[in-house]
């Protein structure tokens, strides 16, 4: 029975010559940290910063600058 890796189409040869096309191209890969978004901690953490926001003396400012930079993807 042959694996993947035998006939040539296993995952890590497919990302291997992905990253070599991509090289080719002039372009390099880098790895990035986010804050996971599905995590208690971040939701308690976001709520605790927009209730900060909304209560700040700038609250109107800062609503209008939302509101504005939100639309500029509306067509």
Known sequence: MATAANRG????DKVRVCR?????RGLRPIQ???PD????AF???AH???LAVAASAQATDDRSFIDTISSLDEP
Do not use: L
């Open 9 to 12: 189409g296993g995952s890590r």
């Open 32 to 34: 990035i940290w986010v």
């Open 43 to 45: 939701r308690a953490e």
């Open 48 to 50: 605790r910063q927009s």
């Open 37 to 40: 978004t599905r995590t208690p």
């Open 20 to 24: 070599a096309r991509m090289r080719a």
